[in-house]
């Protein structure tokens, strides 16, 4: 009778000042959780406060709070600041369009934003509910109290620090930045003993300090996964891009027994990526963050294990076993392996960006700096896709946006409609046959030096901001003398191991190397590490599906 009173009283409050969207939302919120919760809509954030005080008063409890972010008077990140003093054990959900995406983000430092959904969230059964079940079951969990975050307290322009909050934000753990310059920062610094020279300062949910924290030792301490619960598995999946991900939902939803492991974040280039717009099934675009997220949540749905910040150094074969050896000395084995480790950006040998990398240099999207790029010239180095979904993306803020891009043109590495949306950004201009030849700065990138790459003239502009896409180098090195790679480090698999119609040497089964099998039999290769692969999310997902297929036939003949 007691948690029937109480469920009663807990409320989920949604509020837009748009009468007809707050009665969508409360429609499809009464439609799921009217029978365990009670829904309460308000048209605008003061009137929202003055309910939820109310509620205080009457004993109450607020489960969760979706907020509209364009709201006239007080607008959604507002509201949820106020809202935070009354019920801080609330979760808070805000509500955005897709071109505030950039505010949204900012709230996760501001409000502790628990997750921001873009409108519209049709169809609910696969936008909203999947994300609201999971932050009441978090709420339950709590106790309904406020819900201790991380705290990192690190220097602006550093290296560490910059690697610390990316590293906690693609793996979706929220965290609130402090410079260590600012008096709360200053505050937390002396909490814990420290001076400020050796930072960052992690403060775990639990209050426990980390000084300069490794990424291993950050994943076990904030909740991820590290530690494997077997010695044995039927598959092991090693690299958590799309590839990865998807061999592992196909895997674990079959029956396989499987773990994938990941040595820094699930999601690969992919998941870096702030706009996905040409992925089958989503015409409106999804971020890869997003992507992530749902192919993260689906593949532990059907029992998948995720080891987070494990670094894959071997590969063994023992009879039927297919051992992987980790950094730390430890392994584990398995009837199989599928090898989805992806590709890195390749490192610009330009003259002083090495030293400038987390300092204004950034490999990838780095969507954690982006807030900080508003009103600035920024500059991307790159003419593929990545390079030009993030010149969107940062074009939203920044005052100017420069793609600096080797070729003649963008066409012969960028997507079609990239291109067009690039042609129609008011503050995006494109500066092909370019290079940078060098990247001035003492503590933070203050300059570029442009080089014309016909004929030779440089030119020095003022920058603060790049962000470098040019080309991919696969991860691979590590499978040195193990399996067989092209000149370039691609793996090489099914129909490449036998041009001549011989299989590789060694190879010493009846029958030829499945389509994505390597050179050792029962490992097989997925995504943008095999060679000649398509480097699209799509193909790499349908190569991970692909790929758990032949593992069972192979199974099904070892």
């Not at 365990?36 to 109450?60: C, H, P, Q, T, W």
């Not at 909490?191 to 209050?207: E, K, N, S, W």
């Not at 896409?469 to 590590?478: E, Q, R, S, V």
């Not at 000149?487 to 490449?496: K, M, V, Y």
Request: glycine share 10%.
């Amino acid at each position: 009778m007691a948690q029937a009173a109480e469920a009663a009283r807990t409320v989920i409050l949604t509020v837009d000042d748009d009468p007809g969207v707050s009665r969508a939302v409360a429609r499809d919120l009464r439609r799921r959780y009217g029978e365990s919760y009670r829904i309460v809509r308000a048209e605008s954030g003061e009137s929202a406060l003055d309910a939820l005080r109310e509620l205080k008063l009457r004993g109450d409890l607020v489960a969760v709070i979706l907020a509209d972010y364009r709201m006239p008077q007080m607008n959604g990140i507002e509201f949820l600041e106020q809202a935070l003093d009354v019920y801080p054990g609330a979760r808070r959900v805000l509500l955005t369009a897709y071109a505030d995406t950039s505010a949204a983000i900012d709230a996760i430092n501001v409000v502790d934003l628990d997750h921001y959904l873009l409108k519209p969230w049709d169809p609910p059964e696969e936008k909203l509910y999947p994300v609201l079940d999971d932050l009441l079951e978090a709420w339950r969990a709590s106790d309904y109290r406020c819900v201790a975050t991380t705290k990192v307290v690190g220097h602006r322009w550093s290296a560490r620090s910059s690697d610390v909050r990316e590293f906690l934000a693609r793996n979706q753990v929220p965290y609130r930045w402090y410079s260590a310059e600012e008096p709360e920062g200053q505050r937390l610094l002396k909490a814990a003993g420290q001076d400020g020279q050796r930072l960052p300062l992690v403060v775990t949910p639990d209050g426990t300090p980390l000084i300069e924290p490794d990424a291993p030792e950050l994943a076990a301490r904030v909740g991820l996964a590290t530690t494997p619960t077997a010695d044995f598995y039927d598959l092991i999946v090693i690299g958590g891009g799309p590839a990865g991900l998807g061999a592992a939902v196909y895997g674990a939803s079959e029956g396989l027994r499987t773990v994938l492991v990941e040595r820094s974040a699930t999601g690969g280039q992919a998941g870096q990526s702030s706009r996905i717009e040409n992925y089958l099934g989503f015409p409106d675009g999804v971020s890869g963050a997003q992507l992530t997220d749902r192919a993260r949540r689906q593949a532990a749905k059907f029992g998948a294990e995720i080891l987070t910040a494990r670094e894959v150094t071997g590969l063994e074969v023992n009879g039927a076993a297919r051992i992987v050896r980790f950094s730390d000395g430890s392994a584990i084995a398995a009837h199989s392996v599928i090898l989805a480790t992806g590709v890195s950006y390749r490192q610009l040998t330009a003259p002083g960006a090495t030293d400038l990398t987390g300092c204004g240099v950034f490999y990838g999207s780095a969507l954690t700096e982006a807030a900080s790029c508003q009103g600035h010239d920024v500059y991307i180095v790159g003419g593929a896709n990545s390079a030009g979904q993030a010149a969107m993306y940062l074009a939203r803020g920044a005052k100017s946006v420069t793609l600096l891009v080797r070729g003649r043109s963008l066409s012969a590495s960028m997507s079609y409609y990239l291109i067009q949306q690039i042609d129609e950004a008011a503050n995006i201009s494109v500066r092909t046959g370019t290079v940078v030849d060098s990247a001035h700065g003492s503590d933070h990138l203050e300059q570029l030096t442009l080089r014309d790459a016909a004929s030779g003239q440089t030119e020095l502009v003022d920058a603060q901001w790049m962000f470098v896409f040019i080309g991919a180098a696969p991860l691979t090195d590590w499978l040195d003398g193990t399996v067989l790679r092209d000149d370039r480090g691609f793996i090489l698999a099914g129909p490449d191991l036998t041009p001549e119609g011989t299989p590789p040497a060694g190879w010493e089964l009846d029958r030829p190397p499945y389509h994505l099998e390597t050179s050792i039999p029962g490992v097989f290769v997925a995504g943008d590490a095999r060679a000649e692969s398509a480097k699209r999310v799509a193909s790499a997902v349908g190569e991970g599906a692909m790929a758990v297929m032949l593992v069972h036939r192979y199974l099904e003949q070892s």
